[in-house]
């Protein structure tokens, strides 16, 4: 079976930076969008970033724009999102996701969408 694994979290002040990375253990056949989900406690889990895996299109929520950057290397089987002017309302566990689906990075970015997910790694900010 699949596995995704992230990497990359960790404490840092606003204003820094952190690059999270999502392997997967092999390629998914018929994968058409890879995408990075935040859950904060006592909130939804939302889509903040998301990748077509051919055409490489990229779809950012509103709240990261301009901050958030998604990359795949697909020889890598591998995501990132390279996040910098982080601030404590990013703070949450940041999720990444596989969807074989048509129109997966239709915005909002739905969980429901996608299909493979990995464990999950912390990124908070203190202010």
């Known amino acids: 079976q699949v596995q995704l694994v992230e990497s990359g979290g960790g404490s840092v002040q606003a204003g820094g930076s952190l690059r999270l990375s999502c392997v997967a253990s092999?390629?998914?056949?018929?994968?058409?969008?890879l995408a990075w989900f935040r859950q904060a406690p006592g909130k939804e889990r939302e889509g903040v970033a998301g990748?077509?895996?051919?055409?490489?299109?990229?779809y950012y929520a509103d709240s990261v724009k301009g901050r958030f950057t998604i990359s795949l290397d697909n020889d890598e089987n591998t995501v990132y999102l390279e996040m910098s002017s982080l601030k404590p309302e990013d703070t949450a566990l940041y999720y990444c996701a596989v969807s074989t689906r048509g129109a997966c990075l239709r915005p909002p970015l739905s969980a429901p969408m996608f299909e493979l997910w990995g464990q999950g790694t912390q990124v908070t900010v203190s202010s």
């Open positions: 990748i077509y895996h051919g055409s490489k299109r990229v």
């Open positions: 092999e390629y998914t056949y018929g994968t058409n969008c």
